[in-house]
């Protein structure tokens, strides 16, 4: 019976954990809609998860529109469908790459800085020093991040989604020798509004998954030192996954037929 308990054991903790999670979701959501606010603090994470993000996002979409216009070209020349390419650049860079790519880049970058923070102040004992003082941790800490997150991201990847669709245009005019009218026509003639639509959405729900994990996994860290690491870690694991079943998700309720 031994392997049955350990599974057991198992099965247990993870509803023990979804159960966390959500209890911390549904506390964190219903301080962002009561006051008081911070509007100093909910500015400085906007830069910080924001601002200070926008170098990589913009490498990471150039590149991989780059990369994308090149890869695509060399598929659709074995079938003589190279004009193709600008629309599959502009489709896939609004839909799918920029959103995950940006949320991914940034998971790996604010994700583990929030919980590297909210968890040293757990092990340093300032989260209790602000309990002491009347001051709500989750107004103080969890609130600021989770806004932050959720209104940047979606800025982030609006702007990931140009960057991306200049390096396709980049490749396909000077690398490829597109004509420059043909490319833009054929960027702009397929293009959506619902396109552009559901990766705001999307990044915008990855945002809020991203700082959850990060503000999550800080405020429950133990152990000192090694305790704020592993909190860390997981922060930026559990971020990703979450990304990526959601990316599904919203994808099927957006187009799925």
Do not use: W
């Not at 602000?130 to 702007?159: D, H, M």
């Not at 396909?172 to 833009?184: R, S």
């Not at 705001?200 to 996994?217: D, P, S």
């Amino acid at each position: 019976m031994n392997p049955l308990a350990r599974i057991g054991a198992a099965f247990l903790a993870f509803l023990s954990a979804i159960g966390r999670i959500g209890m911390f979701t549904a506390t964190a959501v219903s301080h962002c809609v009561r006051p008081p606010f911070y509007a100093n603090l909910l500015l400085r994470q906007f830069l910080e998860i924001g601002y200070y993000s926008l170098p990589v996002v913009g490498l990471t979409t150039l590149f991989t529109g780059m990369v994308l216009a090149l890869q695509s070209y060399t598929g659709f020349s074995r079938f003589s469908a190279e004009g193709a390419v600008a629309t599959v650049v502009v489709l896939s860079m609004t839909r799918e790459l920029a959103p995950v790519l940006a949320g991914l880049m940034v998971a790996g970058r604010v994700g583990a800085a929030i919980a590297a923070e909210i968890g040293t102040m757990r092990v340093t004992e300032q989260i209790d020093a602000l309990t002491t003082l009347s001051t709500n941790p989750f107004k103080y800490l969890i609130v600021p991040r989770l806004l932050g997150a959720t209104i940047s991201l979606p800025l982030l990847v609006l702007i990931g989604d140009i960057i991306g669709v200049f390096g396709g245009y980049l490749v396909g005019v000077y690398k490829l020798d597109f004509n420059q009218g043909a490319y833009i026509h054929s960027t702009i003639q397929y293009l959506e509004r619902m396109d552009v639509i559901s990766g705001l959405v999307k990044a915008a729900v990855f945002g809020f998954f991203v700082a959850l994990m990060g503000c999550f996994h800080g405020f429950h860290s133990r152990g000192g030192a090694q305790g704020v690491g592993a909190a860390t870690t997981n922060a930026v694991v559990s971020a990703s996954i979450l990304i990526l079943i959601a990316n599904y998700t919203i994808t099927e309720l957006f187009f799925a037929r």
